[in-house]
């Protein structure tokens, strides 16, 4: 069936250094990826989006790379600061259909 | 500009009880969307809508009902309450198949 999961509950990283989430997807018919970041207490929060016909797609501070060949992509946040400090979720859904699929997330802890 | 809003904050109830939802979003999007969020597991579509008076399930609708009659309300119903139902439920939007707008959630315990 559908899946989207990620490899790693909880990330900690250096303040300063780059951060590399990672998240994998069954369903070979997604073709549109949302990640979000979802701060304690608070809704989730969209980040950056890619659709299948790209690899990679670059916002402020963070790239989101797409491979579709092994299903995975990766949310990369550049120069990490406390406040990304949050659980980040990937969603995908299938071409057509509003029926996104969330993963479990991954808890990133910012370190001083 | 309020995005979206939910009601109420938090609610405490007692099993059996009926206990309806309420989600309005003011950015006149298509779609709207109801989640469930426990720990361990991530986001859970219970049901959608992709235009005012039309609905679909998600992944886990059972015991739970919407209705969506105009383009700004998506309430959630849950016509008798089951302590399994204690959750953190989030609703959402989006214009089109697009990113989705989160509201606040409504954190709901049953006992």
């Known amino acids: 069936g559908e899946s989207v999961g990620l490899h790693l509950p909880t990330l900690s990283v250096q303040e300063g250094d780059n951060s590399i989430i990672n998240c994998a997807y069954s369903n070979s018919a997604s073709d549109y990826f949302i990640w979000y970041k979802q701060e304690s207490g608070k809704g989730p929060q969209f980040i950056i989006d890619?659709?299948?016909?790209?690899d990679k797609r670059q916002g402020q501070r963070v790239t989101v790379l797409l491979n579709k060949t092994v299903k995975h992509l990766s949310l990369q946040i550049a120069a990490t600061q406390p406040g990304d400090s949050a659980v980040y979720f990937c969603?995908?859904?299938?071409?057509?259909?509003?029926?996104?699929?969330f993963g479990t997330g991954t808890r990133l802890k910012v370190l001083a | 500009i309020a995005g979206i809003t939910q009601a109420p904050t938090s609610q405490i109830l007692a099993a059996g009880r009926r206990m309806t939802l309420r989600c309005t979003q003011d950015m006149r999007h298509n779609a709207m969307y109801w989640y469930r969020q426990d720990l361990g597991l991530g986001l859970r579509l219970i049901h959608y809508?992709?235009?005012?008076?039309?609905?679909g399930k998600g992944e886990v609708p059972d015991g739970y009902s919407v209705s969506r009659a105009n383009t700004d309300d998506f309430p959630l119903t849950l016509a008798s309450a089951v302590p399994s139902q204690t959750s953190v439920y989030f609703c959402a939007s989006s214009q089109g198949y697009n990113e989705q707008f989160f509201g606040p959630g409504t954190r709901l315990t049953v006992l």
């Open positions: 890619i659709r299948s016909n790209m």
């Open positions: 809508s992709n235009t005012a008076g039309t609905t």
């Open positions: 969603a995908g859904s299938p071409s057509g259909t509003y029926k996104y699929i």
